[in-house]
């Protein structure tokens, strides 16, 4: 079902929350010691420790979301680092959730930090928009009395979900910013094309060589302009956000694609085993989310940076559609040896690995899948899908395969912050943005801001 809709709609009736510095407040939320501290949630806390997550007070003192925490130390000396704990921002998640879900049946979850509460269906009830503001008001409220006192929240109301999205932007930190046709030409002249969700530096050049250099010459451009402009539909997208033209944020996207990626810190790349581990990983969280989805893939490909110099990548087209996970794994090993042969060069699994990121796409649905008469694996993939329903009704380390007993830690945490997708499996989740990518989400599936 497609909730999209291009009727006119100017009543700002929805509502976009997004959680402020969420990680760092949740943890702050159950240790009252690191409440007015500034904290850091780290994927490591190790000196090369990628900052994910700082807290209003670091983000004060300078302590910028991607930094190494070495030198985030540097910046705030009396940062407090913490490894991030992805259960109990699933827990919170899920609570907030419930939460607006008591505003709205249209509540729709966006990432682990942020989600739509749709009021458009409720035109009698909310009537004016002082009604649609007390709504905002009263959900900061309930998730301060419901879900956590140090839990603080932007919310942009807006006629689409985009342009509430951009009121989020625009007023952070417990912000409440309304956009409404009244407001929208003063809101966007204050900013550059790529303050615009999901204008990234690359579509910004194109519009610019079409003459649109800003995001209010691109709400008044010609649609058909923008359209020639992006060389897309995505075009003429824009243009309906940006002129209350219907909806075209709320489609529900399956998975167009799915990565799994991972940074690599200085200890873990010292063992080629670690880093197969961690391959591994990677491949059985793709499959954990084509078994949710009941999709197989049929081109897959693997991404590895290195630290002194250029990236290694290949994409690999499945002649039988895959979905398990050791079998990924069986062939992103032989093609890089296959590469390693072919240029007599060392292993490409070294010392030097900073990254790695394996992806799956071109998925069809698993009754589709035609096996060949010669390879039967249909009791295979029945199996695989029976693991996983206990995994979910008895927790996910019941039922482990026998090359994860191997002592490593990076099973750990294979886990990581799931996809926000694989948390609301029966509901809508959708994306704003050019939808043929793989969202931002999906490639670090949650980065706090
Ligand atoms: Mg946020």
């Known amino acids: 079902m497609n909730f999209n809709r291009l009727t006119d709609n100017t009543d700002p009736r929805v509502l976009f929350i997004d959680m402020n510095s969420f990680f760092a407040s949740c943890e702050q939320q159950v240790n009252y010691y690191l409440r007015g501290r500034p904290v850091a949630v780290c994927v490591y806390t190790g000196p090369q420790g990628c900052v994910i997550a700082p807290s209003r007070e670091a983000k004060d003192r300078g302590v910028k979301l991607g930094v190494r925490l070495d030198e985030a130390i540097k910046t705030c000396p009396d940062l407090i680092p913490l490894e991030t704990n992805p259960a109990r921002y699933r827990e919170f998640h899920q609570k907030i959730i419930g939460v607006l879900k008591r505003f709205s049946d249209d509540v729709l979850p966006r990432s682990i930090d942020e989600a739509v509460v749709d009021l458009r269906r409720f035109r009698y009830v909310y009537k004016t928009d002082a009604d649609v503001l007390r709504v905002a008001r009263d959900i900061k409220q309930a998730i301060r009395d419901d879900v956590g006192d140090y839990l603080k929240c932007s919310i942009g109301i807006a006629p689409n979900v985009f342009l509430a999205k951009l009121g989020t932007e625009i007023g952070k930190r417990d912000g409440l910013v309304i956009i409404t046709p009244d407001t929208i030409d003063g809101v966007l002249a204050k900013l550059r094309l790529t303050d615009l969700p999901g204008i990234g530096r690359n579509m910004a050049i194109r519009l610019e060589n079409a003459g649109i250099r800003t995001p209010l010459e691109l709400r008044h451009a010609d649609p058909t302009h923008v359209r020639a402009a992006c060389q897309s539909i995505v075009g003429w997208h824009w243009h309906l956000r940006l002129n209350f033209g219907g909806e075209v944020d709320m489609a529900t996207t399956h998975y167009r694609s799915m990565q799994a990626m991972r940074s690599i810190s200085r200890e873990q790349r010292r063992s080629v085993g670690t880093l197969r581990d961690i391959l591994t990983a990677l491949c059985l969280t793709l499959e954990r989310r084509m078994v949710k989805q009941d999709v197989f893939a049929q081109l897959l490909w693997v991404n590895i940076r290195y630290d002194d110099g250029p990236r290694w990548g290949e994409e690999m087209k499945l002649n039988l559609p895959m979905q398990d996970g050791g079998r990924l794994r069986d062939l992103v090993l032989n093609r890089m040896e296959a590469f390693r042969r072919r240029h007599l060069c060392g ?103």
Not at 354 to 361: I, N, R, S
Not at 422 to 437: M, Y
């Open 347 to 449: 292993p490409l699994l070294n010392g030097q690995v900073t990254q790695l990121c394996v992806g799956v796409t071109r998925f069809v649905p698993a009754e589709a899948v035609q096996y060949t008469l010669f390879e039967d694996y249909t009791r295979e993939d029945k199996l695989r899908k029976t693991v996983y329903t206990i995994k979910d009704r008895f927790g996910p380390d019941k039922l482990v395969r026998a090359y994860q007993l191997a002592d490593s830690p990076v099973w750990h945490d294979v886990i990581g912050f799931g996809n926000i997708k694989d948390l609301h499996p029966e509901e809508r989740v959708f994306g704003i943005g050019s939808q043929s990518e793989p969202s931002a989400m999906d490639a670090f599936d949650a980065m706090d801001e």
